[in-house]
C-alpha cells in the first residue's frame, strides 16, 4: 500500500566535486515538488564546495543543511550515518553529488514509497565528453522533451535511452538483491533506524551499499524497483578499488548470516 510521506529528504553525498554538485543542486531547484530538505553529505571537501552550497543556499528557497567531516580517507558509511541522526524527516532519498535529477524526480519518489518497502531507482551514464561540457555550465535545463533525448543517444552523449522514455513505474515487491544503486535509493527513516545506518565497517570502496540494501532485506524491508525517472550520471574516474575483495567478504559474511544491524553505525556515532 502507498503512503505519502509527509516530511522527505535528499541525501547528497559529495567529495570535492563542485562543479558535479553545482550541476545536481540546479537539478533540485527545478524539482516540480520542492516540499524537502536537502543535506549535503560532505566526506572532507575543501572550500569549494562550500562555496557552491552557500551560493544555492542563496538562491534557492529549498532548505539544505551541509554536514561535514574532516578528510581521512573514503569514510561516505560515517558521513551519512552523521546526517541519518540529524535529521527527524519521515522519509529519505539518497543520492550522489555526481547524479543530476529530472524535475519530477522527488514527485515521483514521494508518490511511490510504500510502507515496509524501500525503492531502488536506475541511472544513465552520461559520457566522458559530454559530462566534461557540461560542468563548465553553471546550470542546465533539466525540463528535457524526447528529441533531445534522442539527439543525446545519437551523438553519444548517454549510453541508453529507454528509461528517458518510460512512464514512471514500479516493480511488485522483492526481495532480490542485485543491480543496487547506492546513487537512487530511497527508504522510511524508521527502516534505517531499524537496521543501525550505514556500516562504517567497510573501509574505501565498495559493496557498503549493497551491504545496507542487504540488511534492509534482512530486516523484512522489501525491495522496489523504480523505472522511467533516472538520475542523469556524470562521468568522473573510479574511485580506487583497493579494499573491494575484503569488501566482498564482509558483504559475504552479511547476507550468510542474515544480520539486520551495522557493526558500527549510528549507535556507535562519535563527535569525529
Not at 527545478?30 to 551560493?55: C, H, N, W
Not at 551541509?66 to 561516505?76: E, I, N, S
Request: with cysteine.
Amino acid at each position: 500500500m502507498n503512503h505519502n510521506p509527509d516530511s522527505l529528504a535528499v541525501v547528497i553525498s559529495t567529495y570535492n566535486a563542485p562543479e558535479m554538485l553545482r550541476l545536481a543542486l540546479n537539478g533540485y531547484n527545478q524539482q516540480t515538488d520542492q516540499r524537502f530538505r536537502l543535506y549535503i553529505a560532505d566526506d572532507g571537501s575543501v572550500s569549494e564546495t562550500k562555496d557552491v552550497i552557500d551560493a544555492f543556499r542563496t538562491a534557492s528557497p529549498i532548505p539544505v543543511k551541509h554536514v561535514w567531516h574532516a578528510d581521512k580517507g573514503f569514510r561516505k558509511s560515517h558521513i551519512h550515518n552523521k546526517v541519518i541522526a540529524r535529521l527527524q524527516d519521515d522519509y529519505v532519498l539518497f543520492t550522489d553529488g555526481d547524479c543530476i535529477p529530472l524535475p519530477g524526480l522527488v514527485a515521483v519518489h514521494r508518490r511511490v514509497a510504500k510502507q515496509n518497502c524501500f525503492v531502488s531507482g536506475s541511472r544513465i551514464l552520461l559520457s566522458r565528453e559530454w559530462s566534461k561540457l557540461l560542468k563548465t555550465r553553471d546550470a542546465i535545463d533539466t525540463h528535457i522533451d524526447l528529441f533531445q533525448y534522442l539527439t543525446w543517444r545519437v551523438r553519444g552523449h548517454v549510453n541508453r535511452v529507454l528509461p528517458l522514455l518510460l512512464p514512471p513505474h514500479t516493480s511488485a515487491p522483492h526481495q532480490r538483491l542485485g543491480g543496487i544503486r547506492g546513487c537512487h535509493l530511497a527508504c522510511w527513516r524508521r527502516d534505517l533506524l531499524k537496521i543501525n545506518g550505514f556500516d562504517e565497517s567497510f573501509e574505501g570502496w565498495g559493496r557498503e551499499d549493497s551491504d545496507f540494501a542487504a540488511r534492509l532485506l534482512h530486516a523484512g524491508v522489501r525491495r522496489v524497483d523504480l523505472r522511467g525517472v533516472p538520475v542523469l550520471h556524470l562521468w568522473h574516474k573510479e574511485e580506487s578499488r583497493h579494499h573491494l575483495r575484503k569488501n566482498d567478504d564482509m558483504l559475504h559474511e552479511c547476507l550468510a548470516s542474515k544480520r539486520i544491524r551495522a557493526r558500527i553505525g549510528i549507535a556507535e556515532l562519535t563527535s569525529t
